[in-house]
């Protein structure tokens, strides 16, 4: 009996004691989460540098080439990490990446050509010249490309490919025009469902000889969405030319609104536009657009201002060194705006 009872103390003393006890102990403090501030952005600036004649200068002398006057267009001299500053709204920033035309990543460019009703003269003359381009521009086992069209309708004809028998049916299949002209709505789409993800450098190519005609976008938008997704653009205007030079170009036609619209797409995304009409000249533009891309350099800075304000924030790349800049000049991308939805 003695036991029982010392039994049901010992039970009672656990079951009242000991939760008063706990009770009284401190519970631990939760420790705080640290946020995570690994996950930084970074800025990729395909750069390009030109003397004051602006002739291309190059790493690499050019050896693509028989003819004598064009070597020496363009100059030879190397330029290193060392020789550039990246300032953002005005501020040095950190270089983290840097290659030249040795050891750039592989271009990913799209040839975005121009079949709306005013090109139908001209677009045999048109087809041509992209094809060229595109055997100049692709380096086998490297480089890709791609070809769409554009008028009231947008069609990939081809996906990205190194294939250039491939590329060369792409641009034979192109017999018909249609009735407007979408170019925004063509660099949005290229840009953002070819490009986004493509890992190498991001161009595309326009073809075109008129204004946008039929585009939910505005050039905003697409000058946004090139930005965002750090795509360089080139445009090649078939609008001016010389008379009797080829079929469908007027003579003597001079830069109107969508001229201007085409310069400054290209030069807010750190690329060029010219303005030609004869086979002659559009041959010369594309084989300095491919010579161009052989010798950029490629500087990636990681932005002081890490927060995604949405804000545009302007870029300038300069010389440290006040003896090239006065003897050189640097084109490169003149701002972007700081979302989450930009690539890192």
Known sequence: MKNLVRFLFVQFTFLFIVPAVQAQTPTPTPTPAIEDTS????VRLPVTVKDKKKELVSCL???????????KK???QCFTKNDFIVLEDGIP???TFFSDEKTNPPVYVGVLMDTSPSTAGKMAFSKRAASDFL????????DRAAFMTFDNEINLIQDFTDKLDL?????????KVGSQTALYDAIWRFSDEKLRNAPGRRVIVIITDGDDTFSRADINDAIDIAQRTETTIFAISTKEGFLGA?????????????????ERLCEETGGEAFFTGDIYALEKAFKKISEELRSQYIITYRPANQEYDGRKRKIEVQFKNKENTDKYRIRSKTEYRSVRDALK
């Open 61 to 71: 002398e050019s050896k693509d080439t028989k003819d004598t006057k064009d070597k």
């Open 74 to 76: 363009v100059s030879v």
């Open 93 to 95: 920033q950190e270089i």
């Open 167 to 175: 590329l060369d049916k792409a641009v034979a299949k192109v017999k």
């Open 246 to 262: 080829v079929p469908g170009v007027e003579a003597g036609t001079v830069k109107d609104k969508g001229d201007k619209y085409l």
């Open 39 to 42: 996950k930084t952005f970074e």
């Open 135 to 142: 055997y100049t521009v692709v380096r086998l086992r490297k």
